[in-house]
């Protein structure tokens, strides 16, 4: 578990990591032997991935995620783009539904924002 703990495929801090976008790990299929070890330690009853932040472990256990946060966004110049992003979509006024629309969407496969 220590070597999955210190694995490319996450980030964050130690005792909070998320999952990393890495087309290099998705390519080689780091992401599927990380999830088999993981499983291969559970159902054994092995050591358990402690790491996690509260936000993957509930997306691993189909529970509803806490609200998000643009602070728990690791890579600094994509947090600001998103800051930035956000920040527009808010002070936008109700002229452009179109702009608003499209920055949901947008951000609906990432699981960062849900439109209510």
Not at 63 to 84: A, G, H, N, S, T
Request: proline residues 5%.
């Amino acid at each position: 578990m220590r070597e999955i703990h210190t694995c490319e495929i996450f980030d964050g801090e130690d005792w909070n990591k998320t999952l990393a976008c890495n087309s290099k790990a998705l390519y080689n299929g780091m992401y599927k032997l990380v999830g088999q070890r993981i499983a291969v330690c559970l159902v054994h009853g092995g050591v358990e991935p402690h790491f996690f932040s509260q936000r993957l472990l509930c997306q691993v256990c189909n529970l509803q995620p806490p609200v998000p946060d643009l602070q728990q966004i690791v890579d600094y110049d994509f947090r600001e783009k998103m800051i930035k992003e956000f920040a527009e979509f808010v002070t936008s006024t109700d002229e452009e539904p179109q702009k608003n629309d499209a920055f949901f969407h947008g951000m609906q496969p990432t699981g960062m924002l849900l439109q209510t």
